[in-house]
C-alpha cells in the first residue's frame, strides 16, 4: 500500500514502479493530484487509486488496467496505447486523447473534449464509455474508434452533451442514448440508426460498464440509441485552396 498524501509525484511514481517490478498489483491511497501515475503501464499489471489522480494519468498506457474509485483530472489515457481504465466518478478535459486502442470507462461524466483525436488501425480499436453526459467537442477530429454516451442520471435542464459535438470528426461513430439537440452536432456529421453489427458491439460495451459500476442492462437498453457517423472522411475539404 502506498500513501500519497501531499508527496511529489515524482516520489509517487518512482514507489509505484518499484512495488510493480516485484509484483503484478499496486494500491495507491490518498492521492491528491500527482500526475502520470501509470504511465506506460504494460500487460499484466494493475493499479488501484483512491483519491484524484492529476494530469496524464495511464497516458501511452501499454496494456495495463487502472481503476480509480473517486474522480479524475485532465488528459487521462492521452495517446494510449491499450489496456483499461475504470473510473469509479467523473474525469476532466480531453479523456481519451488520441488514444489508439484500449478501453476506457467512466462511471459519471466526461468534461470538454472527450475522445478527441482518437483513431484506429485494423485490429486497433479504442473504446470510451460515459455514463452520464458530455461537454463540448465530444469527439473533435475523431478518425476511428468507439464512444458510447449512455445520458444516465442527468438533472433536469442538462443537456446530454455540449455544443460542437464530433467537429471534424472523420472515421469512427459516437452511440448515442436518448434524445439530444441536433443543433449541437457539428453539419458533417449524420445521425443513423443501429445495425444489427452496431447492437451487438453497443450491448458488449454496456454490459461491461454495468459490470464495473453496478448498473441495469435491462433499464439502459429499454431507451433507443442512434449512431453518429461523419457524413465525409474530409470535413475541412472546401476550407482550403489548392495549391
Same mark, same amino acid.
Given at each position: 500500500?502506498i500513501?500519497? +498524501?501531499l508527496?511529489?509525484?515524482e516520489? @509517487?511514481?518512482?514507489?509505484? #514502479?518499484?512495488?510493480?517490478s &516485484?509484483?503484478n498489483?499496486?494500491?495507491?491511497?490518498?492521492?491528491?493530484?500527482?500526475r502520470y501515475i501509470?504511465?506506460? *503501464?504494460?500487460?499484466?499489471?494493475t493499479?488501484? @487509486?483512491y483519491?484524484?489522480? +492529476?494530469?496524464?494519468?495511464?497516458c501511452?498506457l501499454n496494456?495495463? #488496467?487502472?481503476v480509480?474509485?473517486g474522480n479524475?483530472?485532465?488528459?487521462v489515457?492521452n495517446?494510449?496505447?491499450?489496456?483499461?481504465?475504470?473510473?469509479?466518478?467523473?474525469? +476532466?478535459d480531453?479523456?481519451?486523447?488520441?488514444? %489508439?486502442?484500449?478501453?476506457i470507462?467512466? %462511471?459519471?461524466n466526461?468534461a470538454?473534449?472527450?475522445g478527441?483525436?482518437?483513431k484506429?488501425?485494423?485490429?486497433?480499436?479504442?473504446?470510451?464509455?460515459?455514463?452520464q453526459n458530455a461537454g463540448?467537442?465530444?469527439?473533435?477530429?475523431?478518425?476511428?474508434?468507439? @464512444?458510447?454516451l *449512455?445520458?444516465?442520471d @442527468?438533472?433536469?435542464?442538462e443537456?446530454l452533451?455540449?455544443?460542437?459535438?464530433?467537429?471534424?470528426?472523420?472515421?469512427g461513430?459516437?452511440f =448515442? %442514448? +436518448?434524445?439530444?439537440? #441536433?443543433e449541437?452536432?457539428s453539419h458533417?456529421? &449524420?445521425?443513423? &440508426?443501429?445495425?444489427?453489427?452496431?447492437?451487438?458491439?453497443?450491448?458488449?460495451?454496456?454490459k #461491461?460498464?454495468?459490470?464495473?459500476f453496478?448498473?441495469?442492462?435491462?433499464?439502459?437498453?429499454a431507451?433507443p440509441f442512434?449512431?453518429? =457517423?461523419p457524413?465525409?472522411?474530409?470535413?475541412y475539404?472546401? *476550407?482550403?485552396?489548392?495549391?
Open positions: 500500500m500513501e500519497a +498524501g508527496r511529489r509525484y516520489e @509517487i511514481n518512482d514507489e509505484i #514502479k518499484a512495488t510493480l &516485484k509484483r498489483k499496486c494500491t495507491v491511497k490518498d492521492v491528491n493530484g500527482q501509470g504511465c506506460a *503501464l504494460d500487460e499484466g499489471k493499479i488501484e @487509486i483519491g484524484t489522480p +492529476g494530469n496524464d494519468m495511464a501511452y496494456g495495463g #488496467k487502472i480509480v474509485y479524475c483530472q485532465d488528459a489515457g495517446t494510449m496505447n491499450g489496456g483499461e481504465i475504470v473510473v469509479h466518478g467523473h474525469s +476532466g480531453a479523456m481519451g486523447y488520441g488514444m %489508439r486502442d484500449g478501453q470507462y467512466i %462511471r459519471d466526461v470538454c473534449r472527450g478527441i483525436h482518437m484506429e488501425f485494423r485490429e486497433m480499436r479504442p473504446v470510451l464509455v460515459i455514463g463540448s467537442f465530444l469527439g473533435e477530429y475523431m478518425a476511428g474508434g468507439t @464512444i458510447v *449512455l445520458g444516465l @442527468i438533472k433536469h435542464g443537456k452533451f455540449g455544443t460542437h459535438c464530433a467537429s471534424g470528426m472523420h472515421g461513430k459516437i =448515442v %442514448r +436518448g434524445t439530444f439537440p #441536433k449541437n452536432l458533417n456529421i &449524420k445521425v443513423e &440508426k443501429l445495425n444489427a453489427e452496431d447492437e451487438k458491439e453497443l450491448k458488449s460495451y454496456v #461491461k460498464y454495468c459490470k464495473y453496478d448498473a441495469d442492462f435491462e433499464e439502459i437498453m431507451k442512434k449512431k453518429l =457517423v457524413a465525409t472522411s474530409r470535413p475539404a472546401n *476550407l482550403y485552396t489548392p495549391n
